[in-house]
């Protein structure tokens, strides 16, 4: 079940950097590796969507499959890169909620305020360039009580591996899409005005992951 629009304000990309990545990261996530890691912190925290949900950084759509239609009315989800929404189209015709796909960034979210019970985030703002700016969109189009739910990987704790994130940052921008290794995506999350309420620590040495439950 999916509907597509190309919004005006969209970020249109079109760079072969993207395609690129974007086709790599396709491969990757059939990977058995990928799957037996990512799928159950998806699960995790899609169980926790309620009502009407705004999915950021929807990518290839990996998530859809997650949305049960017993908790889940409806999905908005959003995607700057349009390599990555030829993917997750498929996906969301084959989802089992509906699932409305727009091409725009988090830090331009084309909808109206307290439109969304739940936003759901996985491994998106490592890439974002404003990530402060998205957060504070997230906050504006969530109801009040809303709840953020999000899986990142973030800036290690330790001082030798965040400063090894840091010098491999430059590469990873250049080749994964943006994605910037040591970024403090928890304290950027209080600092928009969410409440954390839980969090738990996958470890990872170089790329430690958190999932987070916040709300507005
Ligand atoms: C590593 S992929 C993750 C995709 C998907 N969320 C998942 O869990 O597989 C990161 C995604 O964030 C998207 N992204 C990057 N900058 C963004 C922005 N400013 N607003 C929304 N999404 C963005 C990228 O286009 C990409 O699809």
Not at 14 to 33: C, I, N, P
Not at 112 to 125: I, M, N
Not at 160 to 183: D, E, F, S, Y
């Amino acid at each position: 079940m999916s509907q597509h629009t190309d919004t005006p304000t969209a970020a249109k990309d079109g760079h072969t950097s993207r395609r690129f990545f974007a086709s790599f990261y396709e491969r990757m996530s059939r990977s058995s590796g990928e799957q037996s890691f990512m799928n159950p912190l998806r699960k995790e925290v899609i169980d926790q969507a309620r009502g009407v949900v705004l999915e950021i950084g929807a990518g290839n759509g990996l998530n859809f499959a997650f949305y049960d239609p017993g908790r889940v009315e409806r999905v908005e989800a959003i995607e700057p890169d349009s390599a990555m929404l030829r993917f997750a189209r498929e996906r969301a015709a084959q989802a089992r909620v509906p699932v409305n796909l727009t091409q725009a960034p988090v830090e331009n979210l084309p909808f109206a305020d307290e439109s969304f019970d739940s936003a759901v985030v996985t491994l998106v703002f490592c890439s974002v360039g404003d990530p402060g700016r998205g957060l504070s969109e997230v906050r504006r189009v969530l109801k009040p009580g809303g709840s953020l739910l999000m899986v990142e990987h973030v800036r290690a704790r330790g001082a030798i591996a965040a400063t090894l994130q840091t010098i491999i940052t430059p590469i990873t921008k250049l080749v994964a899409g943006n994605c910037h290794w040591n970024r403090n995506t928890e304290k950027t999350v209080s600092e928009a005005g969410f409440q954390i309420e839980q969090r738990r620590d996958m470890g990872g040495f170089m790329m430690p992951v958190v999932v987070l439950r916040a709300v507005k």
